[in-house]
Protein backbone atom coordinates (compact mmCIF):
# COMPACT_ATOMS: atom_id res chain seq x y z
CA UNK A 1 0.00 0.00 0.00
CA UNK A 2 2.73 2.50 -1.19
CA UNK A 3 -0.13 5.43 -2.48
CA UNK A 4 -1.99 7.73 0.47
CA UNK A 5 -5.18 7.09 0.24
CA UNK A 6 -7.46 9.75 -0.91
CA UNK A 7 -10.63 11.33 0.78
CA UNK A 8 -13.88 10.57 -1.70
CA UNK A 9 -16.11 13.09 -3.29
CA UNK A 10 -19.33 11.83 -1.41
CA UNK A 11 -17.55 11.34 1.96
CA UNK A 12 -17.04 15.09 1.59
CA UNK A 13 -20.59 15.90 0.44
CA UNK A 14 -21.49 13.86 3.74
CA UNK A 15 -19.65 15.98 5.85
CA UNK A 16 -21.54 19.17 4.80
CA UNK A 17 -24.44 17.44 6.03
CA UNK A 18 -24.33 18.28 10.11
CA UNK A 19 -26.79 16.21 10.81
CA UNK A 20 -25.19 13.13 9.11
CA UNK A 21 -23.67 11.84 12.62
CA UNK A 22 -22.27 8.86 10.54
CA UNK A 23 -19.87 10.95 8.55
CA UNK A 24 -18.45 12.78 11.36
CA UNK A 25 -18.23 10.14 13.74
CA UNK A 26 -16.14 8.47 10.84
CA UNK A 27 -14.27 11.85 10.03
CA UNK A 28 -13.56 12.20 13.81
CA UNK A 29 -12.17 8.32 13.88
CA UNK A 30 -9.72 9.03 11.73
CA UNK A 31 -8.65 12.36 11.77
CA UNK A 32 -8.50 12.91 15.57
CA UNK A 33 -5.48 10.40 16.24
CA UNK A 34 -3.93 12.16 12.66
CA UNK A 35 -4.16 15.79 14.46
CA UNK A 36 -2.77 14.50 17.77
CA UNK A 37 -0.52 13.26 16.13
CA UNK A 38 0.78 16.07 14.28
CA UNK A 39 0.37 18.45 17.22
CA UNK A 40 3.03 15.78 19.56
CA UNK A 41 5.19 16.16 16.52
CA UNK A 42 5.17 19.72 17.02
CA UNK A 43 5.87 19.34 20.58
CA UNK A 44 2.51 20.28 21.90
CA UNK A 45 1.50 18.38 25.23
CA UNK A 46 -1.61 16.30 25.27
CA UNK A 47 -4.10 17.99 26.42
CA UNK A 48 -2.90 20.90 24.06
CA UNK A 49 -3.30 18.38 20.86
CA UNK A 50 -6.36 17.14 22.14
CA UNK A 51 -7.64 20.68 22.30
CA UNK A 52 -6.38 21.46 18.76
CA UNK A 53 -8.08 18.35 17.09
CA UNK A 54 -11.26 19.97 18.49
CA UNK A 55 -10.33 22.96 17.15
CA UNK A 56 -9.78 21.84 14.02
CA UNK A 57 -12.76 19.62 13.84
CA UNK A 58 -15.02 23.00 14.51
CA UNK A 59 -12.98 24.78 11.85
CA UNK A 60 -13.82 22.49 8.97
CA UNK A 61 -17.29 22.12 10.38
CA UNK A 62 -17.92 25.97 9.80
CA UNK A 63 -15.62 26.04 6.64
CA UNK A 64 -16.52 22.80 4.49
CA UNK A 65 -19.31 24.38 2.88
CA UNK A 66 -16.70 26.79 0.83
CA UNK A 67 -14.29 23.70 0.38
CA UNK A 68 -14.25 23.52 -3.33
CA UNK A 69 -12.98 19.94 -3.97
CA UNK A 70 -11.35 20.96 -7.73
CA UNK A 71 -7.88 18.98 -7.49
CA UNK A 72 -5.69 21.82 -9.31
CA UNK A 73 -6.85 24.30 -6.18
CA UNK A 74 -5.45 21.31 -3.70
CA UNK A 75 -6.98 18.27 -1.82
CA UNK A 76 -9.11 18.06 0.84
CA UNK A 77 -5.71 16.59 2.76
CA UNK A 78 -3.51 19.36 2.26
CA UNK A 79 -6.75 21.77 3.03
CA UNK A 80 -7.03 20.03 6.63
CA UNK A 81 -3.15 20.12 6.99
CA UNK A 82 -3.12 23.76 6.25
CA UNK A 83 -5.96 24.42 8.98
CA UNK A 84 -4.05 22.57 11.41
CA UNK A 85 -0.66 23.72 10.49
CA UNK A 86 -2.10 27.55 11.33
CA UNK A 87 -3.80 26.46 14.28
CA UNK A 88 -0.87 25.07 15.72
CA UNK A 89 1.16 28.19 14.70
CA UNK A 90 -1.71 30.39 16.02
CA UNK A 91 -1.74 28.87 19.47
CA UNK A 92 1.95 28.46 20.10
CA UNK A 93 2.31 32.36 18.69
CA UNK A 94 -0.83 33.06 21.63
CA UNK A 95 1.23 31.37 24.06
CA UNK A 96 4.17 33.83 23.35
CA UNK A 97 2.21 36.74 23.73
CA UNK A 98 -0.26 35.85 26.46
CA UNK A 99 0.37 31.97 28.56
CA UNK A 100 -2.87 32.74 29.24
CA UNK A 101 -4.29 33.34 26.37
CA UNK A 102 -8.14 32.81 24.77
CA UNK A 103 -10.56 33.51 22.42
CA UNK A 104 -12.24 32.26 18.52
CA UNK A 105 -9.58 31.57 15.81
CA UNK A 106 -10.52 33.10 12.60
CA UNK A 107 -11.37 30.43 10.15
CA UNK A 108 -11.72 32.73 7.73
CA UNK A 109 -7.53 33.38 8.36
CA UNK A 110 -7.04 29.52 8.93
CA UNK A 111 -8.01 29.54 5.35
CA UNK A 112 -5.72 31.40 3.71
CA UNK A 113 -3.11 30.01 1.28
CA UNK A 114 -0.08 30.18 3.48
CA UNK A 115 2.32 27.52 2.43
CA UNK A 116 4.92 25.39 4.62
CA UNK A 117 8.21 26.80 3.21
CA UNK A 118 10.17 23.81 4.26
CA UNK A 119 6.96 21.07 3.33
CA UNK A 120 7.81 19.41 6.44
CA UNK A 121 4.58 19.69 8.12
CA UNK A 122 2.54 18.69 4.77
CA UNK A 123 5.31 15.34 4.60
CA UNK A 124 4.63 14.34 8.23
CA UNK A 125 0.86 15.35 7.66
CA UNK A 126 0.60 12.82 4.92
CA UNK A 127 2.88 10.36 6.26
CA UNK A 128 0.31 10.12 9.30
CA UNK A 129 -2.56 10.42 7.53
CA UNK A 130 -1.46 7.36 5.54
CA UNK A 131 -0.80 5.32 8.95
CA UNK A 132 -3.54 6.35 10.65
CA UNK A 133 -5.91 5.24 7.86
CA UNK A 134 -4.56 1.53 7.43
CA UNK A 135 -4.14 0.97 11.11
CA UNK A 136 -7.92 2.22 11.37
CA UNK A 137 -8.78 -0.32 8.83
CA UNK A 138 -6.72 -2.78 9.91
CA UNK A 139 -8.79 -2.64 13.13
CA UNK A 140 -11.71 -3.02 11.47
CA UNK A 141 -10.56 -6.60 9.88
CA UNK A 142 -8.36 -7.96 12.61
CA UNK A 143 -11.76 -10.07 13.79
CA UNK A 144 -11.96 -11.54 10.46
CA UNK A 145 -8.16 -13.44 10.08
CA UNK A 146 -7.12 -16.27 12.41
CA UNK A 147 -4.26 -15.00 14.75
CA UNK A 148 -1.63 -16.90 12.80
CA UNK A 149 -3.08 -15.03 9.89
CA UNK A 150 -3.07 -11.87 11.80
CA UNK A 151 0.39 -12.02 13.30
CA UNK A 152 1.77 -12.87 9.90
CA UNK A 153 0.03 -9.94 8.68
CA UNK A 154 1.53 -7.41 11.37
CA UNK A 155 4.65 -8.65 11.32
CA UNK A 156 5.53 -8.44 8.05
CA UNK A 157 3.36 -5.65 6.83
CA UNK A 158 3.74 -3.02 9.95
CA UNK A 159 6.79 -3.90 11.76
CA UNK A 160 8.53 -4.54 9.02
CA UNK A 161 10.30 -7.55 9.85
CA UNK A 162 11.83 -9.60 7.33
CA UNK A 163 8.88 -11.95 5.82
CA UNK A 164 11.65 -15.31 6.43
CA UNK A 165 12.47 -14.12 10.20
CA UNK A 166 8.68 -14.28 10.53
CA UNK A 167 8.11 -17.05 9.25
CA UNK A 168 10.83 -18.86 10.96
CA UNK A 169 9.09 -17.33 14.62
CA UNK A 170 5.52 -18.29 13.78
CA UNK A 171 6.29 -21.82 12.32
CA UNK A 172 4.84 -21.32 9.06
CA UNK A 173 6.67 -21.05 5.29
CA UNK A 174 7.74 -18.41 3.40
CA UNK A 175 4.99 -18.33 1.05
CA UNK A 176 2.00 -18.62 3.68
CA UNK A 177 3.78 -15.40 5.07
CA UNK A 178 3.56 -13.92 1.83
CA UNK A 179 0.11 -14.58 0.98
CA UNK A 180 -1.06 -13.57 4.74
CA UNK A 181 -0.15 -10.23 4.39
CA UNK A 182 -1.02 -10.21 0.63
CA UNK A 183 -4.46 -11.23 1.80
CA UNK A 184 -4.42 -8.50 4.46
CA UNK A 185 -3.44 -5.97 2.22
CA UNK A 186 -6.12 -6.53 0.20
CA UNK A 187 -9.43 -6.79 2.67
CA UNK A 188 -7.70 -3.27 3.93
CA UNK A 189 -8.11 -1.70 0.82
CA UNK A 190 -11.49 -2.87 0.30
CA UNK A 191 -12.35 -1.41 4.17
CA UNK A 192 -10.99 1.99 3.16
CA UNK A 193 -12.84 2.13 0.44
CA UNK A 194 -15.76 0.81 1.70
CA UNK A 195 -15.94 3.98 3.92
CA UNK A 196 -15.55 6.87 1.00
CA UNK A 197 -11.94 6.72 1.29
CA UNK A 198 -10.09 5.81 -2.02
CA UNK A 199 -6.48 4.35 -2.43
CA UNK A 200 -4.89 7.34 -4.99
CA UNK A 201 -1.52 9.14 -5.21
CA UNK A 202 -3.53 12.54 -4.94
CA UNK A 203 -6.14 13.19 -2.28
Not at 72 to 81: N, T, V
Not at 107 to 127: I, N
Amino acid sequence: MDDAPSTHPSFLIRLRDPADEGAWSEFMEIYGPLVRRIARHRRLQDADAEDLAQEVFRAVARAIERYDPDPEKGSFRAWLSRIARNLIINLLAARRRHPQGSGDTDVQRLLEDQPDPTGEDSAVFDAEYRRTLIMWAADRIRGELSDAAWQAFWQAGVEGRPPKEVAEALGMSLGTVYQYKSRAVVRIRREIEQFGWESAENS
